[in-house]
């Protein structure tokens, strides 16, 4: 069965493989580090590496039987699959799924409808899931059809060499071009949400504005970190805030001088306005880089062409 423990203050500020190990007791440090690298054991959702500093109430996630393989029961979830080949798939994932069961979402997930559509996918951990995407945000994601190409992806993630560029409509204008630096960490007051903290983990993203309406904008963010919510975080951190995002806008930060008519069709936007929109890495089958993208979904650009209308 999985596992899900909080870090204590005390093992603050350490290594995740050596705080695994003593949270973990029943397991030894060179197995849980195995599963570390394998992308088996998770830290607040994400996939990290065995040296990853971790902080008090972060969340490790642990499958002990995770050699036995991982499976959920299948369901018929219209899943949309891009792009296939024999190691892996892209997917296009709709808004308002969930990436895989856990507390609170035991089915109706993306696992649950890959594994109807693709039953060998019962044999991997996690159905194949090699990263994620938030519950209400849109875009592409690949898939894992074999162990050999799970492995890879995982390394690929852990030594920062996949390319993710996402689209996000925003509450305010930039100039240009910049990057975030902003170290995250678990939220001290809110175990639901990420935060700035200056003994967080490293997070980088770069921001480019693509069209600006007034004092709403349309960026485009490229992360070379993936930190949970970390595009959220940074964007609202910066006074940038997403539109429709509850958890990092949840005053429904308005902009000056925007028409009673936007403000309501910006307050009941019903997800945060994020979308995947790229997804780049180097195919060790093909021996070339492989570039996949994904249009934004029809309800972003609804949005969008409201908030032109209306500017």
Partial sequence: MTAIKKVPGSLSNMR???????????FSRTQLKKWIIEGRILLNGDISSPKEIVQENDEIEINPVSEEKVSWESEDIQIDVIHETEHYLIVDKQPGIVMHPGAGCKNGTLANGLVYQYPELKNLPRCGIVHRLDKDTSGILAVARTEGFRNYFVSLLQERKIKKS??????????????????????????????????????ESFIQKE???????????????????????????????IIGDKTYNPAGRI??????????IIR??????????????????????VSFFSDMHKDMLKLLDEIKKHT
């Fill in 268 to 289: 009941n936007f019903p997800r945060q306005a994020l979308h995947s929109f790229e997804l780049t890495f180097f195919d060790p089958y093909l021996k070339n880089d």
């Fill in 255 to 264: 902009a000056k001088n925007t028409s009673p008519e936007l403000i309501e």
């Fill in 166 to 203: 996402y689209k996000a409509i925003v509450v305010g204008n930039v100039i240009g071009s910049f990057r975030i630096n902003d170290p995250i960490g678990r939220d001290k007051n809110n175990r639901l949400k990420m935060a700035i903290r200056s003994d967080g983990k490293e997070s």
């Fill in 16 to 26: 995740l493989d050596k705080v695994s190990a003593e949270i973990f007791e029943d």
């Fill in 211 to 241: 069209k600006s309406y007034d004092n709403y904008s349309l960026l485009n963010v490229s992360i070379l970190t993936g930190r949970t919510h970390q595009i959220r975080v940074h964007l609202a951190n910066n006074q940038l805030p």
